[in-house]
């Protein structure tokens, strides 16, 4: 089991940054690739960023690219996702996820965190 708590989300001006953590706990965080969802009102959940287990790979969604960034700490047993320009439509439930296999991830993660609220402001 992988237990993994959202934080950082709020509310921010359109243009303005956040950054959300994922603390994880359970088995060896190392083993496993990460990523960031996020779904907003009366949407599907969708995919935002995902990163390997090393923080070697990388994918970011097309409509995050250049603005987010995802990074990791395995010392720390962390996630993280660096959020720039954002823009109302970034506005949503952002959940932590993560798989053991980095190429499962987008399609089905193993688990999933509580998730963090993020309201950008127009």
């Known amino acids: 089991q992988v237990q993994l708590v959202e934080s950082g989300g709020g509310l921010v001006q359109a243009g303005g940054s956040l950054r959300l953590s994922c603390a994880a706990s359970g088995r060896t965080f190392s083993y496993y690739a990460m990523g960031w969802f996020r779904q907003a009102p009366g949407k599907e959940r969708e995919f935002v960023a995902a990163i390997s287990w090393s923080g070697g790979l990388t994918n970011y969604a097309d409509s995050v690219k250049g603005r987010f960034t995802i990074s990791r700490d395995n010392a720390k047993n962390a996630l993280y996702l660096q959020m720039n320009s954002l823009e109302p439509e970034d506005t949503a439930a952002y959940y932590c996820?993560?798989?053991?296999?980095?190429?499962?991830?987008?399609?089905?993660?193993?688990?999933w965190g509580q998730g963090t609220q993020v309201t950008v402001s127009s």
């Open positions: 996820a993560a798989a053991r296999a980095y190429e499962a991830l987008t399609a089905s993660p193993d688990y």
